[in-house]
């Protein structure tokens, strides 16, 4: 069964998505909008939370719309205070904790910058966690709320050449469904959303394909089943809504184990080919500005 999100909280009401200005956040900030909520809009570019506010402003005219403009590596303590202020008194019936950073290229754990590791669970696991503790009290008050976490396949399925996000992701699931089981007697539904490759600027993918669908494919496919555990090998309170992606990992599980030596060492090979491809490209890039 899929719920309406409207079955969290009424028209009119509030939903914060994080990393809103770019990708998946974006679209689900104007798919919301589309069902009539108002929206706090959350990411590190003051200039593109305009051009977004503006753009939905446009299409939605009677929508109330405020920024907040963080960097979530930074992890201050007066960002999480403003937006503590600008919510205090806001129906917020819907968290998407999208937010979220990987590694520029995959590489090797023992290669990754220190700066590096620290931003990738600074943003995806701090930032995701923070803001989370901010928007919950509302909703065990108001007894109903709905939190979608972007996690990924990449937590499901370790990831060499990423292991520093696939670790950062993985904490999400097992974090996600404990507070998951925590919050349903408030009438709070959390949904851990782990998704393949959607053609963004993360994934550094601009071409869609059978595997790798738009953010706005993949974001309506997310809306649409809600509640579902579809391709998530029954883990409570975990969902992957679109359907290749769904696939992909029900065959992967139940027949070559993503633990498996046979997998880690085809996605091992793959990220190796992506990280020399990006080199290649970057070796490129110097030479013409040469």
């Known amino acids: 069964m899929a719920y309406k ?8 009401s509030w939903a914060l998505i994080t990393g809103a200005s770019d990708g998946i956040g974006k679209e689900f900030a104007l798919q919301i909008a589309a069902r009539g909520y108002n929206l706090v809009l959350v990411s590190r570019t003051a200039s593109k939370l305009d051009a977004l506010s503006s753009e939905i402003k446009t299409a939605h005219p009677s929508l109330k ?23 205090k008194d806001l129906d917020v019936s ?29 943003v995806n696991d701090i930032g995701t966690l923070r ?82 669908p738009s953010p706005k494919a993949f974001v309506r496919a997310t809306l649409a089943k809600i509640g579902r555990s579809g391709g998530s090998q029954g883990v409570p309170f975990t969902m992957t809504p679109y359907w290749s992606h769904a696939t992909f990992l029900y065959v992967i599980s139940s027949t070559i184990g993503i633990w498996s030596a046979f997998t880690l060492g085809r996605n091992k090979k793959m990220h190796e080919d992506i990280r020399k491809r990006a080199l290649r490209k970057a070796e490129r890039e110097r030479k013409k500005g040469q």
């Not at 999100?5 to 009119?12: A, C, N, R, T």
């Not at 999208?98 to 990738?120: C, W, Y």
């Not at 993360?202 to 059978?210: G, Q, Y």
Request: aromatic letters at 4%; a positive charge; hydrophobic letters at 45%.
């Open 131 to 212: 803001t989370t503790k901010l928007v919950v009290p509302g909703m065990i008050t108001r007894k109903r709320g709905l939190i979608l976490t972007m996690a990924s396949i990449g937590g499901v399925m370790p990831t060499p050449l990423l292991a520093t996000y696939s670790g950062s992701k993985a904490f999400l699931q097992a974090w996600g469904t404990a507070l998951g089981a925590e919050l349903a007697e408030h009438g709070i539904l959390v949904q851990v959303v782990h998704s393949h490759l959607v053609a963004s600027n993360m994934s550094k993918i601009r071409r869609t394909s059978l595997l790798v």
């Open 94 to 122: 819907i968290l998407v904790n999208n937010v979220g950073l990987s590694h520029a290229i995959p590489q090797n754990f023992v290669d990754t910058a220190e700066r590096d590791m620290k931003n990738i669970i600074t």
């Open 5 to 12: 999100i409207s079955q969290f909280g009424p028209k009119g």
């Open 65 to 87: 719309i405020e920024i907040v403009a963080m960097d979530f590596a930074e992890n201050r303590d007066s960002d999480y205070e403003s937006l503590q202020r600008k919510i």
